[in-house]
């Protein structure tokens, strides 16, 4: 193999490729990115064995080949070349890395070593703006529990019946978010994307100003963005039935202003204890919301902020940091806090429809 191309192509190419490759003692390929040179193009590759990643870069081909060096150290020697153009070049089981006045070889791994991109049955194959598919991610990803005791509710819910909204959701048991975008002619199957793979699709496809093909079948998920192929296993099994528990009706309903509401809480939290705990009140007739934290170490805290309450008074604790959480994807000036009781999840939303946030309250405080 021997081919030119310009540093920062290969440079962005890895930037996002090492962050897939990554550390493992059992298979030590893993930790490489395969660099394939063929037709005036180069495909660098990278897979974790749950993500694949290949992204093809323009090049120079003078002989076709493959080579499977490990990613970080290609990548930390690029960061440190400022040349525009760089030459790569197989040297038996070692890659050259050549600029004007500096030459480096890089020990590499038997290419046959290096895993198949994975391919898909592609069951279904639809289009999505790259812009809706960021957004909905992002806007539910900090509900996505963390734990892969329970792999459907590590994974975010997407899904659409055709002219429906496409839906993404998720909950961690103790909060659950759900971004509803306008739908689109085609159905959106139901898929559970893990965690890990939602968090990569959001580093890798966001600030791209195109659409993403999607492909799946019942297990896997490829996605195409112009020179970007990804893919990313799908979590089986099913999601929970969440539109159940998302109350209807309400007994106290406050409308206040967010940024008000967010800065007062981020206050109140220095005085929090390591649970994270505020207490919220409403006052209907004086038209008020209180929020108190105490830390016998740290003080007391008391605020009150300015509210339109319609209904009973009502006295919860809550996690600020949960709190916090649902309000930053909160498009609106205003924000409604909607309660049914001290011990019932406390529904939050913007004036404009679209996004919702549920948030358990804490107990025995």
Same mark, same amino acid.
């Given at each position: 193999? /021997?081919?030119?191309?310009?540093?920062?192509?290969?440079?962005?190419?890895?930037?996002?490729?090492? /962050? !897939?490759? =990554?550390?493992?003692?059992?298979?030590?390929?893993?930790?490489?990115?395969? !660099?394939?040179?063929?037709?005036?193009? #180069? #495909?660098?590759?990278? $897979?974790?064995?749950?993500?694949?990643?290949?992204?093809?870069?323009?090049?120079? #081909?003078? /002989?076709?080949?493959?080579?499977?060096?490990?990613?970080?150290?290609?990548?930390?020697?690029?960061?440190?070349?400022?040349?525009?153009?760089?030459?790569?070049?197989?040297?038996?089981?070692?890659?050259?890395?050549?600029?004007?006045? !500096?030459?480096?070889?890089?020990? +590499?791994?038997?290419?046959?070593?290096?895993?198949?991109?994975?391919?898909?049955?592609?069951?279904?194959?639809?289009?999505?703006?790259?812009?809706?598919?960021?957004?909905?991610?992002?806007?539910?990803?900090?509900?996505?529990?963390?734990?892969?005791?329970?792999?459907?509710?590590?994974?975010?819910?997407?899904?659409?019946?055709?002219?429906?909204?496409?839906? *993404?959701?998720?909950? %961690?048991? *103790?909060? &659950?978010?759900?971004?509803?975008?306008?739908? /689109?002619?085609?159905?959106?199957?139901?898929?559970?994307?893990?965690?890990?793979?939602?968090?990569?699709?959001?580093?890798?496809?966001? =600030?791209?100003?195109?659409?993403? %093909?999607?492909?799946?079948?019942?297990?896997?998920?490829?996605?195409?963005?112009?020179?970007?192929?990804?893919?990313?296993?799908?979590?089986? +099994?099913?999601?929970?039935?969440?539109?159940?528990?998302?109350?209807?009706?309400?007994?106290?309903?406050? &409308?206040?202003?967010?940024?008000? *509401?967010?800065?007062?809480?981020?206050?109140?939290?220095?005085?929090?204890?390591?649970?994270?705990?505020?207490?919220?009140?409403?006052?209907?007739?004086?038209?008020?919301?209180? !929020?108190? $934290?105490?830390?016998?170490? &740290? =003080?007391?805290? $008391?605020?009150?902020?300015?509210?339109?309450?319609? +209904?009973?008074?009502?006295?919860?604790?809550?996690?600020?940091?949960?709190?916090?959480?649902?309000?930053?994807?909160?498009?609106?000036?205003?924000?409604?806090?909607?309660?049914?009781?001290?011990?019932?999840?406390?529904? #939050?939303? +913007?004036?404009?429809?679209?996004?919702?946030? &549920?948030?358990?309250?804490?107990?025995?405080?």
């Amino acid at each position: 193999m /021997k081919l030119n191309c310009l540093n920062l192509h290969l440079k962005e190419a890895l930037t996002l490729s090492e /962050k !897939i490759a =990554g550390k493992n003692i059992n298979l030590p390929i893993l930790d490489a990115v395969l !660099i394939s040179a063929q037709n005036d193009k #180069v #495909v660098i590759s990278a $897979t974790n064995l749950e993500h694949a990643l290949e992204i093809q870069i323009p090049a120079k #081909v003078k /002989k076709e080949g493959k080579k499977a060096v490990p990613a970080r150290v290609l990548s930390s020697l690029l960061s440190g070349l400022t040349e525009d153009n760089i030459e790569l070049e197989s040297q038996g089981d070692n890659l050259v890395v050549a600029v004007k006045n !500096i030459s480096s070889i890089i020990k +590499g791994y038997p290419t046959d070593d290096f895993p198949i991109f994975p391919s898909i049955q592609k069951k279904y194959a639809f289009s999505l703006p790259s812009f809706d598919l960021i957004e909905g991610l992002k806007s539910v990803l900090h509900a996505v529990s963390l734990s892969d005791i329970k792999p459907e509710i590590s994974s975010i819910f997407v899904s659409s019946e055709k002219n429906q909204p496409l839906i *993404f959701a998720a909950t %961690d048991s *103790f909060r &659950l978010a759900e971004r509803s975008l306008p739908g /689109k002619d085609s159905i959106f199957p139901r898929l559970l994307i893990p965690q890990r793979g939602a968090a990569e699709i959001i580093r890798i496809f966001d =600030g791209k100003d195109a659409n993403i %093909d999607f492909y799946a079948d019942k297990n896997q998920l490829l996605l195409i963005c112009g020179n970007i192929k990804f893919f990313s296993r799908l979590t089986e +099994g099913s999601f929970p039935d969440y539109q159940q528990v998302v109350p209807s009706d309400f007994s106290t309903e406050i &409308l206040l202003d967010k940024d008000v *509401f967010k800065n007062a809480l981020r206050t109140a939290g220095v005085f929090s204890s390591r649970l994270n705990e505020v207490k919220i009140r409403a006052y209907p007739d004086d038209r008020l919301l209180e !929020i108190e $934290t105490s830390n016998a170490e &740290l =003080g007391e805290h $008391t605020n009150h902020l300015p509210a339109e309450i319609k +209904g009973e008074s009502i006295e919860s604790v809550f996690n600020h940091r949960y709190l916090l959480d649902g309000l930053q994807f909160i498009d609106s000036k205003k924000v409604a806090l909607k309660f049914n009781g001290p011990e019932k999840p406390l529904l #939050v939303k +913007g004036e404009k429809d679209g996004y919702y946030y &549920l948030v358990m309250p804490m107990k025995n405080i």
